[in-house]
């Protein structure tokens, strides 16, 4: 069975810092992985998302993911950080179940932005 | 451009009360999901759906049920809500399994 780990429950950063959040998965075969943002009392948002096509994904607000199979990682990285980016955020693995794919979630990563 | 509609946002339940959690999308999506999420632990899957008429059990199915008469409405029921229960729920669908899921907003049970 395919697993997600979420390797940081909280981070924190200070405005206008990198951010890396970090994912490890294990999976039997080319998985589909995704990275969520939770905002507080809110659902969660598609931030990007990998199936197999370029290493590199880029998705909203400035975040990206790079796949990397040699690690079984898809750390979520942004640039810069913005008051606006504190949320949770998910990694998720899309795993193959009884003929469909269901999603694994991480446990989250509380991310805080400091002014 | 609704997306996915969850009602109620919020309920609080005795123990051994029933009701049922409304979703509805509008985008002509095949596959449903409802799942629960508990401080910590991610978000546990309880139903899916992969079309009218098709349901099956996710990681966490006892204590509710789902039907699927219509593309567009995945209601969930409690029938005897106990504390265990106590959770936000949230309802998905997606237009291919390997897709993104667009996700309602949830709605935050408690059971007393």
């Known amino acids: 069975a395919q697993s997600v780990t979420q390797l940081d429950s909280h981070v924190s950063v200070s405005e206008g810092t990198p951010v890396l959040l970090r994912c490890n998965y294990s999976?039997?075969?080319?998985?589909?992985l995704f990275w969520y943002v939770q905002h507080p009392n809110k659902g969660l948002q598609l931030l990007l998302k990998?199936?197999?096509?370029?290493?590199l994904v880029k998705g909203i607000n400035g975040f990206e993911a790079e796949f990397k199979k040699s690690e079984t990682s898809f750390h979520l990285t942004k640039p810069s950080a913005h008051m606006s980016d504190a949320a949770e955020y998910f990694c998720?693995?899309?795993?193959?179940?009884?003929?469909?794919?269901?999603?694994?979630f991480g446990t989250g990563t509380r991310l805080k932005v400091l002014a | 451009n609704a997306g996915v509609t969850q009602t109620p946002k919020f309920r609080i339940l005795k123990i051994g009360q029933s009701m049922t959690l409304q979703c509805t999308q509008d985008m002509n999506h095949n596959y449903m999901y409802w799942y629960r999420q508990d401080p910590g632990m991610g978000l546990k899957l309880i139903y899916y759906?992969?079309?009218?008429?098709?349901?099956d059990k996710g990681e966490v199915p006892n204590g509710y049920n789902v039907s699927r008469s219509t593309t567009e409405d995945f209601p969930l029921r409690l029938e005897l809500a106990a504390p265990s229960q106590t959770s936000v729920y949230f309802c998905?669908?997606?237009?291919?399994?390997?897709?993104?899921?667009?996700f309602g907003s949830g709605t935050r049970l408690t059971v007393v």
């Open positions: 990998y199936t197999s096509a370029a290493t």
């Open positions: 999976s039997s075969y080319s998985p589909s």
């Open positions: 998905a669908s997606s237009n291919r399994d390997r897709g993104g899921y667009t």
């Open positions: 998720v693995v899309s795993e193959l179940d009884s003929g469909t794919y269901k999603y694994i």
């Open positions: 759906s992969v079309g009218a008429g098709i349901t």
